[in-house]
């Protein structure tokens, strides 16, 4: 019985399936319990935001919440891109917007979204894993409200380098960031479209996750990141198995952005 707490529906500007089309699958698959994590990424260069309508999103949650609520549990879930610029913006929806879950995500720097190649022009990869990472531990120190940090190593799918730089070039950076969510109560994903981009490690890697919880790390969520049914839950046994083998012992729901502690 599991929890997908990384969805995308086509509130999403790159989403594929309807949330009703999501929801009918979820419940196909069985799955306990799932999140919508659609997109809300302001000032982005090209685009300018990548947002949902929130009034229309929470509009559509209430209804299947109560259309579904003998078959499934729906929390209503929000993935933020953020960047230095949008710390109060962001944290200002969260006050607004009765939330269950946020996941904080860098998808963009200096507006420059990593999907496209602007970001990574003129740096070698260390260069830019290197800014990416100490992006990302700006945001940790300084943006509270959220509650786990999504697909901490996204650099590493978008990258257009010929090989993935090992986590130890940037460990200690790596470190300082997972002890500021713990020091935090925040925590962290395992996300499933490693698998999808043909990754050669889990997002993110088998390091961080077992350094996370050699930390005391004790939150984590799993997400499939799905932007249309295909994908929805995609190799969570393999995922949950994993987990408990490295000595986890919950998966974590959410509710009114509180953890629930869910027995593996």
């Not at 945001?139 to 409200?145: A, D, M, Q």
């Not at 730089?165 to 490693?194: H, M, P, R, W």
């Not at 974590?252 to 629930?260: E, I």
């Amino acid at each position: 019985m599991y929890a997908d707490y990384h969805i995308h529906s086509n509130f999403s500007p790159d989403g594929k399936s309807s949330m009703e089309e999501m929801i009918l699958r979820a419940i196909d698959l069985n799955l306990k319990e799932i999140c919508f994590t659609d997109h809300v990424d302001y000032d982005i260069k090209y685009m300018d935001h990548f947002v949902v309508d929130y009034d229309k999103y929470f509009e559509s949650l209430n209804y299947y919440i109560e259309k579904y609520k003998d078959k499934i549990t729906i929390k209503k879930g929000i993935e933020f891109g953020l960047q230095k610029q949008l710390f109060g913006k962001c944290a200002d929806d969260v006050k607004k917007y009765p939330f269950d879950f946020v996941i904080c995500s860098q998808h963009a720097i200096d507006r420059m979204d990593l999907y496209y190649n602007d970001f990574f022009e003129d740096k070698d990869a260390y260069e830019a894993y290197d800014i990416y990472y100490r992006e990302f531990l700006n945001i940790v120190k300084n943006f509270k409200s959220y509650n786990i940090l999504g697909h901490l190593d996204l650099v590493k799918r978008y990258g257009p380098y010929d090989e993935i730089l090992d986590d130890d070039y940037f460990i200690d950076i790596i470190t300082e960031i997972l002890k500021q969510a713990i020091y935090d109560g925040k925590g962290i994903e395992v996300n499933t479209s490693c698998f999808k981009y043909n990754l050669p490690d889990l997002t993110p890697s088998r390091k961080i996750i077992k350094l996370y919880k050699e930390l005391g790390g004790e939150i984590i969520t799993t997400g499939s990141d799905g932007h249309h049914t295909g994908f929805l839950a995609c190799n969570f046994k393999y995922i949950y198995d994993y987990l408990k083998e490295i000595g986890f012992n919950y998966v974590c729901t959410f509710d009114k952005m509180n953890p629930v502690f869910n027995k593996i």
